[in-house]
């Protein structure tokens, strides 16, 4: 079993920065692909980005590719979301989510195990 817990949302101008943390518990964080997600008002669950077990391989949608970056600290047992350039359209509730034994599809929410219970991120215009 793994829990997480994400933290550092907020409120942020349209063109300013936030960075994600989800602290995950137990001892087997590094055997665990890890991946964020994001839900706006109205509208399904979308994948944002991943990070395999051992951080060598990320994965990005495109709408948030090269402004943002996810990495992870394995001693930590965390994984972070930094979120540059925001827009207002990435206004949204972000969840991270932990997969284990995935090779592939990692933008696949079936893929992930366990999820934790999402920080807002709202960005003005």
């Known amino acids: 079993q793994v829990q997480l817990v994400e933290s550092g949302g907020g409120l942020v101008q349209a063109g300013g920065s936030l960075r994600l943390s989800c602290a995950a518990s137990g001892r087997t964080f590094s055997s665990y692909a890890m991946g964020w997600f994001r839900q706006a008002p109205g509208k399904e669950r979308e994948f944002v980005a991943a990070i395999s077990w051992s951080g060598g391989y990320t994965y990005y949608a495109n709408s948030v590719k090269g402004r943002f970056t996810i990495s992870r600290d394995n001693a930590k047992n965390t994984v972070y979301l930094q979120m540059n350039s925001l827009k207002p359209e990435d206004t949204a509730v972000y969840y991270c989510?932990?997969?284990?034994?995935?090779?592939?599809?990692?933008?696949?929410?079936?893929?992930?195990?366990?999820w934790g219970q999402g920080t807002q991120v709202t960005v003005s215009s």
């Open positions: 989510a932990a997969a284990r034994g995935i090779y592939s599809d990692y933008a696949g929410q079936y893929q992930y195990d366990f």
